[in-house]
């Protein structure tokens, strides 16, 4: 065979080979876009699924990660890669319950003087949750439990012995009364018992008026007695008669039949 022709089908043979080389990779490259954290960057890769082009791309998924399409789909030329970070944390958040606070009145404990009688303290309230976040922002937060510790009232003793009102007080009133007082507890208001005309309970703070003087429910300052609320009233209470109320009927005995200024508060 001629040496010519020879060289001549070789030459054609590796020109076809080289070309089908080009061509098949030409063809085997897949260009994708991969959204990952709110940020596109474009992927160029010979790999033939979602999955083997992640671990070409070192790109590793967690357990609760997602990704659309699936792993195992084949990669489409101008396709995007959608990966979605799932992660679930568990938290325990403890808010701090303030105490209340109550206070009584003691006409035998100097004007201005407060003990306190029982300290009070906080409560807590701790709630357990279970947060799902996705790409970094929390998208659902699930109660899994709760548990709380009560609060203690403090008690606070405030004095009231000697206090007086000034000729133009600072508290902020509609009108002065000038009145007579009297004290009652739980055991003398008659067929009334423990209740007031208005169905609450005696004691300090509730005092008994005659509603063509003082309306029910007004709130009044009383001098040598403090803040009360008008919720009683009384066969013998008439005119500018005031009774005061008292937790105990040995505390009631001590006010006697005294003179005393009523502010009817605003």
Request: glycine letters at 10%; a positive charge.
């Amino acid at each position: 065979m001629p040496y010519n022709f020879i060289r001549r089908m070789l030459f054609a043979t590796s020109t076809a080979t080289f070309a089908a080389v080009a061509v098949f990779g030409q063809q085997s490259l897949t260009r994708v876009n991969v959204a990952e954290n709110g940020q596109m960057r474009p992927v160029t890769t010979s790999a033939n699924t979602v999955r083997e082009m992640l671990h070409r791309e070192r790109i590793t998924l967690g357990p609760l990660d997602r990704c659309v399409p699936n792993l195992d789909a084949p990669l489409r030329d101008s396709e995007t890669i959608i990966l979605t970070r799932v992660r679930v944390d568990t938290v325990s958040e403890t808010t701090t319950l303030p105490f209340t606070v109550r206070h009584t009145y003691d006409t035998d404990l100097r004007a201005g003087v407060k003990q306190i009688v029982k300290p009070g303290k906080p409560g807590t309230t701790t709630s357990v949750y279970r947060d799902t976040y996705k790409d970094g922002d929390r998208v659902s937060r699930k109660l899994l439990s709760r548990k709380s510790t009560p609060t203690s009232t403090q008690v606070v003793r405030i004095g009231l012995r000697g206090m007086q009102l000034a000729s133009r007080s600072a508290v902020p009133h509609r009108r002065v009364l000038n009145m007579v007082a009297t004290g009652y507890g739980p055991t003398e208001n008659g067929r009334w018992g423990n209740r007031t005309a208005t169905g609450t309970r005696v004691g300090y703070g509730t005092v008994a008026v005659d509603p063509r003087v003082i309306p029910l429910g007004a709130r009044l300052y009383v001098e040598g007695y403090g803040y009360a609320v008008a919720r009683d009233t009384g066969r013998l209470i008439k005119g500018r008669r005031i009774d005061l109320g008292f937790g105990s009927s040995s505390e009631a005995r001590k006010v006697g039949r005294r003179p005393v200024r009523v502010l009817v508060l605003r």
